[in-house]
Structure formats: C-alpha cells, structure tokens
C-alpha cells in the first residue's frame, strides 16, 4: 500500500542544470498536485491536474513544467535550475479536485548551489 | 480572494490540552481541513470539517466551526510529546478548487 511515491528524496543541483521530479500514485486517484514548501511561506502550489490529460498552473508555476503522463503518474521538470527553486516539493493525490482529503508524498528535498 | 492565516508557534506541556487556531477569507469554502507534518514527514490529513457544521470530534481531537468569524480551531486534548509537529489549516472552495493551506503553526510538546 504505497499511496504516493516521490522520487528523489534529495537532489543537489547546480545553476542552470535541470531535473524532473517523480510522483506516482496507486491509489487510482483523478486529480495530482505538485506544492513547493518554503519556510514561512507554507505549501504553495505550483501546478495541478485535475483528470489524466489536463495541466493548469497554480500560484508559483514560473520556472515548472509537468506533465500529466498517465493516471498514475504527474511529473513536474525544472528546465534551468535557479537558487530560487531551492526547496521541499511535495507530490499530492485525491479522488477529485478539491476532494476530501488529498495524499501527500513524503517530500523532494531539492538544494540548487 | 483565499487566504488562510495562523500563528506559527504553540507550546504546551505534556498532559495539557492545545489549541491551535486558523482565519480564513472566502465565507464560500465548503471544507475546512487540518493537516499533521511530522519532521522530514509529508501531510497527513487529521481531520476535516463540512462548512454546515459547527463542531466535529474525533477521539482527542476537536474541531471548532465559527462561520460568521471565519474562525477554525483544533484542540487537541491530553497532548503527547508525539504530537510535536506542524499543524496546517486548508480550505476548499466548493468541490472543485484545489485547497488554499495556512503557512502552518510549529506545535512543540514539552515533558
């Protein structure tokens, strides 16, 4: 019973390099989140997608892309790394948007240098 | 527009009880809901409340409702030093918004 599997769990970057961030879910969820976890800022989300085959951004999506690439899985890639960037990344899940409930993964520790 | 606020830090002795405190804007939020961050941890949702109730409880936990201050509150009764972790609030307006979360409030549990 794995719910939502992030991967990596830490990830150093340097100035401009790029990377894609992992989130898969077995739980037959419609809807997944990508929120990024500042401090003091709390979670902030950056994009979403609602049902297989949709994408919307969320408040901070400059710098993201994702991608949607089936049911299961929601990818979110950084193209250019910038210190900015430098935070947790936390993949969601719930049955519906705005359902009751979302899973959360455990969390992309990601430090750009 | 939606915007949750909390304070950032409660603590307590062990044995007490906690409560921790959440405001929210949007009077049109259908759910309201309390989350647990452990250290190194993901969310994990605690426990939600329908917008048309006042009062949810849940074992040690109770959930306040106050819709005409905008006011949310989770108290947690007999607190343990394992309940040391970050609580966050969130909203969701009608069924089909994503959630809007409050910044969280550290909740640190001393022996």
């Known amino acids: 019973n794995a719910g939502v599997t992030q991967t990596p769990k830490f990830q150093v970057l340097k100035t401009g390099q790029s990377m894609t961030l992992q989130c898969a879910q077995d739980m037959n969820h419609n809807s997944m989140y990508w929120y990024r976890q500042d401090p003091g800022m709390g979670l902030r989300l950056i994009y979403y997608?609602?049902?297989?085959?949709?994408?919307d951004k969320g408040e901070v999506p400059n710098g993201y892309n994702v991608s949607r690439l089936n049911k299961r899985e929601f990818s979110l890639r950084l193209e250019s790394a910038a210190p900015s960037q430098t935070s947790v990344y936390f993949c969601?899940?719930?049955?519906?948007?705005?359902?009751?409930?979302?899973?959360f993964g455990s969390g992309t520790r990601l430090t750009v240098v | 527009g939606e915007d949750v606020e909390q304070s950032l830090f409660l603590s307590v002795r062990e044995g007490d009880s906690s409560v921790i405190n959440c405001t929210y804007t949007d009077s049109s939020s259908t759910y309201l809901y309390w989350y647990k961050q452990e250290p190194g941890a993901g969310l994990q949702l605690l426990t939600y409340?329908?917008?048309?109730?006042d009062m949810k409880q849940d074992q040690r936990l109770t959930v306040l409702l106050n819709k005409k201050d905008k006011h949310l509150s989770l108290r947690i009764a007999d607190t343990q030093t394992g309940d040391s972790a970050i609580y966050f609030c969130?909203?969701?307006?009608?069924?089909?918004?994503?959630?809007?979360f409050g910044k969280g409030t550290m909740l640190l549990v001393s022996p």
């Open positions: 409340i329908f917008s048309n109730m």
């Open positions: 969130a909203e969701s307006i009608s069924g089909y918004s994503t959630l809007t």
């Open positions: 997608s609602a049902s297989e085959g949709t994408t």
């Open positions: 969601a899940s719930s049955r519906e948007q705005g359902a009751k409930g979302y899973t």
